[in-house]
């Protein structure tokens, strides 16, 4: 029997394990929809850029391929920052969007995709629009394996709103029996190569990345660290936690500027990044990239990773199995653990409430196994140190630094995690960017708990205005929003809470309803700032 084009499609999404698409269509994208199998779940967005960011966190969390609908070039261009996010995260994510009729797109009528290809790049793998309606399902397949193949990431493929109906060619069924697997190793000199630098270092560190987490692989690098008996910095500005942060041997986050970054790690001989770039860096700080008479080595799944950095030899493997590789080959080194582990500095109590103490009112009240998605930018320090981020995928951020990837990310999330209690915390400022995902968690009825913490400032501006020595501008603040009646609007229930007995009430009272919620944090600044005043 014949089938269409869409019917062709669908087929491929099944074999391929995706049955939810994200999105919000337009009309190039209906035709898609017509007759949507009853298999398949539409979870809808009420602006791009938090469907695509819905998207991203689901695909994170699940490790899966995930379908994204996006309503032609004015959609696409309301999804770039969150595409930026999701390119630097490695999130394979299969973007679609719709294009004009094909008898029109010569003559550029009103809502085509004009020049569709290069609309999203750089920040796509791959970008295609079929030539025939024949070659969709193609395209398609190409798109799922390529977004899969490390380094992985988002593809963008524009689709003519009339191919759907058309016929399909008949072989095209030949797709749905195909897969693409990378899992590559070290090679034999590499691997020798590493080994010897491991195990003739005097006083090697480990800098590990989202990768390692993205790769299932943390437990690996407990082992790796454990048999170097050596300091674990998770690399600057990390997206994914990639090793347990109250372990003996971690130390904490490596700061972002290239002088911090040498600094920290001064008094090492041998420096090994795994699954991270080298480095990410921020603001900038003059000075030497490594510090003098030490090696580094890098390991990246991502060859353009391998080939901007700045210092050291790079080699390119898949994480997993190039950390099991380096955990059985090389030498337990002698002598004891380091041992980091020290006691969290004291907050006093008052109201509001110290960021500090928030987070450690949410590590006693929160699952052991909770996730936190983390968009309070001026707090990332204080949350590190205060939550506990044991298990694989407990801790996300934007990777890219975009705001407004929390919110919709932590529904995506939630909904590839349901066996998880999942916990937004996010600033007053960049809770604005993608309030919309509060809708979208009460339309599917998602139980992410959203903590805003309200203190009525970009306080990640002030800080860095004050690196840059910039003094005071203008439009810091953002006093007087209630978001607690904005997330009954959008049919979320909401709280407040001003001290920690009320927030643990808060949090229980949410997690027993079993439905999303939104707790109102009003927060003092940092605890560092305020002692640096």
């Keep these: 029997m014949k089938k269409t084009v869409q019917q062709a499609t669908y087929d491929i999404l099944r074999k391929n394990d995706i049955n939810i698409i994200f999105g919000n269509p337009g009309s190039n994208e209906l035709p898609f929809l017509k007759n949507f199998p009853e298999d398949f779940q539409y979870v809808l967005g009420l602006q791009e850029a938090v469907v695509l960011g819905i998207a991203d966190g689901y695909a994170q969390a699940s490790g899966k391929p995930v379908l994204v609908n996006l309503h032609s070039a004015a959609g696409t261009g309301n999804a770039m920052g969150a595409l ?29 995709n004009i020049d569709s290809t290069m609309l999203p790049r750089p920040l796509v793998k791959w970008s295609h629009e079929p030539s025939t309606p024949q070659e969709v399902p193609y395209a398609i397949s190409r798109a799922i394996h390529t977004s899969m193949s490390d380094a992985r990431g988002p593809v963008y493929v524009s689709i003519p ?8 060619e008949p072989q095209s069924v030949s797709l749905n029996s195909r897969k693409v697997v990378s899992r590559r190793s070290l090679d034999s000199v590499a691997l020798s190569e590493i080994t010897t630098a491991i195990n003739s270092a005097k006083n090697p560190v480990l800098v590990f990345g989202a990768d390692v987490d993205a790769d299932d692989a943390n437990h690996i690098a407990v082992e790796l660290a454990e048999k170097m008996k050596c300091p674990v910095w998770a690399a600057p500005s990390t997206p994914r936690c990639p090793f347990p942060n109250k372990h003996q041997c971690f130390r904490g986050l490596l700061p972002s500027g290239i002088t911090s970054i040498a600094e920290r790690l001064a008094e090492h001989d041998l420096i090994m990044v795994i699954g991270a770039p080298v480095f990410r860096y921020h603001q900038y700080e003059a000075g030497d990239y490594l510090p003098d008479g030490t090696n580094l080595i890098h390991i990246t799944c991502d060859s353009a990773e391998a080939a901007r950095a700045p210092a050291g030899n790079a080699y390119i493997a898949d994480i997993k199995p190039a950390l099991l590789q380096l955990a059985e080959s090389i030498q337990v080194r002698e002598g004891d653990k380091p041992d980091f582990i020290k006691a969290p500095i004291q907050v006093t109590l008052s109201s509001p409430m110290h960021p500090e103490t928030v987070f450690d009112t949410l590590n006693w009240v929160a699952p052991e196994n909770s996730v936190f998605v983390n968009e309070s930018t001026s707090t990332t320090a204080a949350m590190w140190e205060r939550l506990t981020f044991n298990d694989q995928g ?6 890219a630094g975009g705001l407004g990837f929390a919110m919709p990310a932590g ?76 997330a009954e609007g959008y049919g979320l229930q909401s709280f407040t809470a001003d001290t920690p007995e009320s927030l643990e009430s808060a949090v229980t009272q949410a997690r027993a309803s079993g439905k999303p919620a939104l707790i109102e944090v009003e927060t003092w600044g940092a605890l560092q700032d305020l002692e640096s005043k």
């Excluded at 407990?394 to 990777?399: C, I, L, V």
């Design 84 to 112: 930026a996010n999701a390119w630097n995260s490695h999130s394979p994510l299969v973007v679609t969007a719709g294009q004009q009729h094909r008898a029109m797109v010569a003559v550029e009528p009103y809502l085509t």
């Design 161 to 168: 709103y009339d191919d759907w109906a058309k016929d399909a």
């Design 394 to 399: 407990s801790y996300y951020y934007a990777a």
């Design 411 to 486: 529904v995506g999330i939630q909904m590839a995690r349901p066996d998880r209690q999942v916990f937004v915390v996010i600033g007053d400022g960049s809770s604005n960017y993608s309030i919309q995902a509060l809708w979208t968690a009460a339309r599917y009825n998602v139980p992410v708990i959203f903590i805003v913490m309200k203190n009525g400032t970009y306080g990640a501006l002030r800080w860095f205005a004050s690196v840059l020595d910039i003094g005071d501008i203008p439009a810091f603040d953002v006093p007087n929003i209630d978001f607690t009646k904005i």
